[in-house]
């Protein structure tokens, strides 16, 4: 996944959206706002296969605009939220790989809505009223999740009062998912696996099961036992981040490797060996 991402990356790279987190929340304000002052629009934005394949073909970019709250104060504390962890996915990941990642859920989320209309239109089931099924709501919760898989020791505070890392919380989200797959109707389900299938795809594509094996758990022990040990001089570091600037001894849990790529001896940390640009010197 990661060669064929690489690939795209190189050819279509320049495509890419910067700070596409902000644009989809501001898609949300302006959703919310019609919602307020024009409620026949909006709900002419719903993504109901039923309308589009009957002319109404704005629904298929419309239905983004749907905030997933109506709620004012849940909708600002939302905003605030996802966009701290949109910018630090796409600072950690890339512009281009935080855009495949979106948009993925965003196409996924369309076919999960065509293929409900579909399988409902061959067991004469109703075919209207499905916009209610489908929102951005999942694709903003894969955007945690995929957050907590990427910083799974950060600690955020609940309620802005209650200290908890985010591994914690993407357990609680996993289960509130499972959750609503069991109480839901079968057309529920699909709209929920179609919505999270972006997130799926980059975990099991992209984990690396060498890293919790034994043997590289006794390593990184073995390694940080020894970098806590170790008492370099003063001003003198062993390793440093040829991107950030970042130390050991600016935090001991930081790793670092050489990239095989890069033309000389440039080291990155862990935040940065993934997503630098490689040095040619030719």
């Not at 890419?16 to 002052?37: K, T």
């Not at 073995?222 to 370099?232: C, D, I, L, N």
Request: aromatic share 18%; with cysteine; charged share 15%.
């Amino acid at each position: 996944m990661n060669t064929i991402l690489n690939k795209l990356e190189r050819k279509l790279g320049k495509y890419a959206i910067p700070n596409l987190i902000v644009w989809l929340l501001a898609g949300y304000a302006i959703g919310f706002v019609l919602l307020r002052v024009a409620p026949d629009v909006f709900y002419m934005m719903t993504l109901e296969p039923y309308y589009i394949l009957r002319g109404e073909v704005w629904r298929l970019i419309t239905w983004v605009l749907v905030p997933p709250s109506t709620n004012v104060l849940f909708a600002l504390i939302m905003i605030l939220f996802y966009y701290q962890l949109g910018q630090a996915l796409e600072r950690t990941w890339g512009t281009f790989r935080f855009n495949v990642y979106i948009f993925g859920g965003i196409l996924f989320t369309i076919l999960g809505a065509f293929l409900l209309y579909a399988i409902s239109f061959a067991v004469n089931l109703p075919v209207r009223g499905m916009g209610f099924f489908f929102s951005t709501n999942y694709i903003n919760m894969t955007i945690f999740l995929a957050f907590a898989v990427c910083y799974p020791q950060m600690q955020v505070y609940l309620y802005f009062l209650i200290p908890i890392k985010m591994k914690w919380l993407a357990i609680v989200y996993c289960v509130m998912i499972a959750l609503e797959m069991f109480e839901t109707d079968w057309a529920g389900r699909v709209a929920i696996l179609m919505s999270i299938l972006n997130f799926l795809i980059f975990y099991f594509s992209t984990r690396n099961y060498k890293q919790i094996s034994p043997k590289e758990v006794r390593r990184k022990q073995k390694f940080r036992a020894e970098m806590r040990s170790s008492v370099p001089r003063a001003g003198v570091t062993k390793h440093k981040c040829a991107i950030c600037g970042r130390t050991e001894l600016d935090d001991p849990n930081l790793e670092f490797r050489f990239c095989s790529k890069c033309e000389g001896n440039y080291e990155y940390c862990q935040d940065h060996l993934f997503t630098h640009q490689h040095v040619h010197r030719s």
